[in-house]
């Protein structure tokens, strides 16, 4: 039983830091908090079923396509919302503002175009089969989710720290303006950074899409609130914090189901928000914004 | 003095009478509808909106209401959130001037807008709203849905009588009235058939991991699983728990929010052997219900109807001939003649009670899942 319900709560984890890893480069970066990332959530999945069943591709197909749709898509949604802001100096209030009314209506969009029903990947494309050890199950698509979630974390730690491009964008998330007299291109790191955040968020929908077998443009809508806890848990804009975060969340729910009782479910997830905020209100780690990128 | 006033009372309402029939009346009579037409529960608004629109087009056919009058139909969007039904039953009222008005499609919403329409004297027929309470809003709130204190007793001992269930586990959404009070109707049954409950587990409607609830289930090695739940988390559970590896013999007892062809597409064979029990079934071999489901299905190239749909073809039928019993698209004369209108439909005899509920449950099935499809349990 315990053993079950630790598997559990790292799968429910990981799902929760793969969600919030893109959430929070995109906060860490560019400083704003852009309420459209759920959508992309739901993008990438769409892309991918469509993928799978319009085009008759396998999941190692769809994955990527669901990534590079949802990518491409923030991509155009912050260079028309967000560039005009930022040379304008907005206030961040303006930006989430902006990006709320956004949210709305690219949901609104995609439920009429795509309906509200519920799909579901073909049977055939993935054998999500389990594994089982001793009295422990684990499916392959979650093994999938955990192994990704660590992935993630690791290749924009290494990008973000140990190359040229990472320490372009620590520039530009520092100081924009020195960042531009030291001839690092801005808009060009703005862009690459959206472009990693849809695409990680793409990804992130496609797996939990085919973990819970449900496809639906909403299901973003659902993250974005834990997505949110796991953020500042972890600490705007740090990659380590949001998978630590994430795992915490993930085991304070389970385990909070398992042996107090589900009623307390969300209370526990949200408990654990407000006591950071009271307590840590620079996150878990407690580093300055700007240094955390 | 007094025999004098009636006298003439009596003869100004036989001018009327005989002005109206001069008159020949022929402007439609328009009765508001609030649905869920937009957002991620819209498939239930669309199924009621379907309905509906099959129904108007035989009344009409036919003759209409009224002794020839059309009938027609408002329709106001709710998205599945209460204070937008509320909206739309004050601006169908107030602007509109609708005598009746069909819906809403949650009972959730049902407790914000029958009220008002209670209040301002207007008849409002819930099609779908099955939770308790709904009818003890006020006189003017009816229902043409067989509520779930009906529907899951009956389910529930078949499940003891056939399946010799007697240890289960019960889960339910906390954040729904409609699955919270299908739960209280579950807690009721299983008492009252001496089922021993092992353990209450809850989730949340949008809720899509559930391991945590079914692997404490899994621990506790129960029969069956009594689930209150519209269908998304149904099928999330469903899927889960035998991902879980809770033996497929552990069967899900649903409530109405199961009762969806959308289960077995989406959970497939994980969902096999759930039972449910149902007002209406599509394949009830009676002519009235084969008729409406070809009907319908060549009128929305192929869909199948569902019990949303077939609730509303049957309620506005029912509507219509207390319109017509009525002689006057009048809110007050409308709900004195609904509460008397006796109709044969695709659910089976159909009357009200006292209370404004449906009276018959005699056309209650047992339905159980085979291969992701819905059949009658024989």
Redesign the interface.
């Known amino acids: 039983?315990l053993e079950?319900?630790l598997v559990?709560?790292v799968?429910?984890g990981a799902?929760y830091a793969l969600f919030a890893v893109g959430f929070t480069l995109m906060f860490g970066v560019m400083g704003v908090i852009n309420l459209t990332y759920g959508v992309y959530f739901a993008l990438g999945a769409f892309a991918a079923l469509w993928t799978t069943q319009g085009l008759g591709l396998g999941i190692a197909a769809a994955l990527p396509v669901g990534a590079l749709v949802a990518g491409l898509v923030a991509v155009a949604i912050d260079s028309l919302l967000l560039t005009r802001l930022r040379r304008a100096k907005a206030p961040e209030l303006a930006s989430l503002m902006v990006t709320l009314g956004a949210t709305l209506f690219l949901y609104?969009g995609m439920?009429?175009w795509l309906g509200?029903?519920?799909r579901?990947f073909p049977?055939a494309i993935f054998d999500?089969g389990?594994y089982?050890l001793g009295s422990v199950?684990v499916?392959t698509t979650q093994l999938l989710i955990i192994g990704a979630a660590f992935l993630f974390v690791a290749a924009l730690l290494a990008l973000v720290r140990g190359s040229r491009l990472g320490l372009a964008i620590r520039a530009v998330a520092e100081n924009p303006e020195a960042a531009a007299l030291m001839g690092i291109n801005g808009g060009l790191m703005v862009r690459v950074v959206s472009f990693l955040s849809g695409a990680i968020g793409g990804a992130a929908g496609v797996l939990?899409g085919l973990n819970?077998?449900?496809i639906?443009?909403?299901?973003g809508?659902?993250m974005m609130l834990r997505g949110f806890a796991v953020i500042i848990v972890g600490g705007l804009g740090d990659l380590r914090g949001a998978l630590v975060a994430g795992l915490l969340l993930g085991f304070a729910?389970?385990?909070t189901?398992?042996y107090i009782?589900?009623?307390f479910?969300?209370l526990t997830a949200f408990a654990l928000l407000v006591a950071t905020l009271w307590f840590r209100p620079m996150g878990l780690f407690g580093r300055a914004a700007a240094k955390r990128a | 003095m007094r025999s004098l006033m009636k006298g003439m009372t009596a003869a100004a309402m036989l001018l009327g009478a005989v002005a109206g029939a001069g008159a020949q009346d022929k402007s439609p009579v328009k009765l508001g509808a609030i649905e869920i037409l937009t957002g991620p529960n819209s498939r239930y608004g669309v199924a009621i909106q379907r309905g509906f629109d099959l129904a108007l087009a035989e009344i009409n056919r036919n003759g209409g209401v009224l002794g020839g009058r059309p009938l027609a139909l408002a329709y106001e969007d709710s998205a599945g959130a209460k204070e937008q039904a509320l909206n739309a039953a004050r601006k169908l009222i107030g602007r509109d001037k609708v005598p009746l008005i069909l819906g809403p499609t949650l009972s959730n919403e049902m407790f914000a807008a029958g009220p008002v329409a209670n209040e301002r004297k207007v008849p409002i027929v819930g099609t779908s709203t099955t939770a308790n309470g709904i009818t003890a809003i006020g006189p003017y709130v009816f229902r043409t849905s067989l509520p779930e204190a009906d529907v899951i007793p009956v389910t529930l001992r078949t499940a003891k009588e056939k399946f010799g269930v007697k240890r289960v586990a019960v889960m339910y959404g906390n954040d729904d009235a409609f699955t919270k009070s299908a739960y209280d109707v579950m807690k009721a049954g299983l008492e009252k058939l001496g089922i021993e409950t092992l353990t209450t587990e809850t989730f949340g409607s949008k809720d899509t991991d559930f391991s945590a609830q079914l692997t404490k289930i899994k621990g506790l090695n129960p029969d069956a699983i009594v689930l209150s739940a519209l269908v998304e988390a149904a099928s999330g559970i469903a899927l889960q728990a035998r991902q879980l590896g809770i033996d497929p013999k552990v069967f899900i007892i649903g409530g109405n929010g199961l009762n969806s062809p959308k289960l077995g597409e989406i959970a497939g064979a994980a969902a096999d052997g759930t039972i449910v029990g149902s007002p209406w079934f599509v394949g009830k071999k009676d002519p009235a219900n084969q008729a409406f489901v070809a009907a319908f299905r060549e009128k929305y190239s192929g869909d199948s109807p569902d019990q949303f749909a077939a609730q509303a073809y049957d309620t506005l039928f029912i509507v219509a001939k207390a319109i017509d019993a009525a002689g006057a698209p009048d809110s007050e004369k409308i709900k004195d003649a609904l509460i008397k209108v006796k109709h044969s439909g695709v659910m089976g005899p159909f009357s009200f009670s006292e209370s404004r509920d449906p009276a018959d449950t005699s056309g209650v099935v047992v339905l159980t899942m085979k291969g992701g499809k819905f059949q009658l349990l024989e």
Not at chain 1, 216 to 219: G, I, L, N, R, V
């Open positions: 039983m079950q319900q559990n709560g799968v429910l799902t609104a439920a009429a509200t029903e519920i579901r049977a999500g389990a089982s199950r499916g939990v819970f077998n449900a639906q443009p909403f299901m809508e659902h729910e389970v385990l189901a398992a009782s589900s009623t479910k969300d």
